[in-house]
Every structure is written in structure tokens, then in C-alpha cells.
């Protein structure tokens, strides 16, 4: 089990691609829900509303888990599928690939649509900053006010991130790390809860 997975950063990646007389712009963005996908296909369809076709692939989640792609009016799987192919050719997630293609009067066929939306997509990623992330896992511990030295001592050795604390009569902390550092953390605070 793998506790990274490849995203790209906030910055939109932009390709261009251009055959006979037809034109692919494509937009590369980092997402991280449906509704965000959702929103972003909508002001794309509205700022190109002139375009013929305004085709996507997102996937979505360490585990891909959610994706979906659509080639809007193009014959079938010759837009969405090659888009979604340069997303798991490069080992993404939480990308969402926008192509939107000018119609230029000439078809281009199936193997012509094909290779235009794959190169498109390449070109978005291309100039997308890749960036590497960790999956992480909460771990929410309870523990009376004299545990709060050994409590903080394994926080700042195993240094995860506090996502909320409460130090009041009973204390509560909830952290977030690495996955694969989750069961360690979760085991040197139970043992303080036994000396």
C-alpha cells in the first residue's frame, strides 16, 4: 500500500493543438470534489460558448475512485478516453482535463480526434506543475491534563499536522499523518494511557 500519489499544483496547465483549421484548447486543473469538476465545466461552456465541443476526464482520490470522462458530442471514446489516458499515463489524480475544440470545417476522422485530444491533454500537463502528496489518516486522541507532556513529546518526534486540539478539564487532540504512520502514532498514545 502506497501512501503518496501525483497531482498537480493550483496553477492551471495550458496546451494548445491545432489541425486542419480546427482548434483544441485545454485546461489542466487541480480539483478535489464533483462540485468543483462541475463549476469548472460550467464557466468553461460559458466563456467558450461559441465552441463546438467542450470535452473532459477527471479523475478523482489517492484510489482514483471517482472519475468520469465525456467527449460531448464527438464519436464515442475519441475525446474523453484519450484525455483520461494522458491523465493515467502520467499517474494522476484530482485532475480535471477541459478540452474545447473550434470546429474548422474539415473532419478529421476517428484516429485524427483521437490523436488531437491526446495531444491537447499532454500539452496541459505538460505545462502543469506535478506535485507529490500523502494520503493521511486522523488519529483522535483523549487524555487527562498529566499526559500532556508525553502526548506532546511523541507529537513533535512524529511531527503530524494538529487539525484541532482542546485542553480544557479532559483533553482532546486530533492529528492528521502519513498513512502508513497512522498505526504507530495511534500505539505510542495508547501507551501512555498505561504508565
Do not use: W
Not at 486542419?20 to 463549476?39: G, I, P
Not at 478516453?81 to 470546429?103: C, E, F, H, W
Not at 478529421?108 to 506535485?131: F, N, V
Amino acid at each position: 500500500m502506497t501512501d503518496e500519489y501525483r497531482t498537480i499544483t493550483d496553477k492551471i496547465g495550458e496546451g494548445y493543438f491545432s489541425e486542419k483549421r480546427s482548434k483544441f484548447l485545454a485546461f489542466a486543473h487541480h480539483v478535489t470534489s464533483e462540485q468543483m469538476v462541475k463549476d469548472i465545466i460550467a464557466e468553461y461552456r460559458k466563456k467558450y460558448f461559441d465552441a463546438r465541443h467542450c470535452c473532459y476526464a477527471y479523475t478523482l482520490g489517492p484510489e482514483r475512485e471517482h472519475y468520469r470522462q465525456n467527449d460531448d458530442g464527438e464519436p464515442s471514446s475519441t475525446a474523453g478516453k484519450p484525455i483520461m489516458g494522458q491523465i493515467l499515463s502520467n499517474d494522476l489524480t484530482d485532475i480535471l482535463i477541459v478540452v474545447v475544440r473550434y470546429y474548422g470545417g474539415v473532419n478529421l476522422g476517428t484516429s485524427g480526434l483521437i490523436e488531437a485530444y491526446r495531444t491537447a491533454a499532454a500539452e496541459a500537463i505538460k505545462d502543469s506543475e506535478i506535485a507529490l502528496r500523502q494520503v493521511e489518516e486522523t488519529v483522535k486522541f483523549d487524555f487527562t491534563y498529566p499526559m500532556m507532556n508525553g502526548v506532546m513529546r511523541i507529537v513533535k518526534e512524529m511531527n503530524p499536522r494538529i487539525v484541532s486540539r482542546d485542553f480544557n478539564t479532559t483533553c482532546s487532540i486530533t492529528l492528521a499523518i502519513r498513512k502508513s504512520k497512522a498505526d504507530e502514532l495511534r500505539s505510542r498514545l495508547d501507551k501512555l494511557a498505561f504508565q
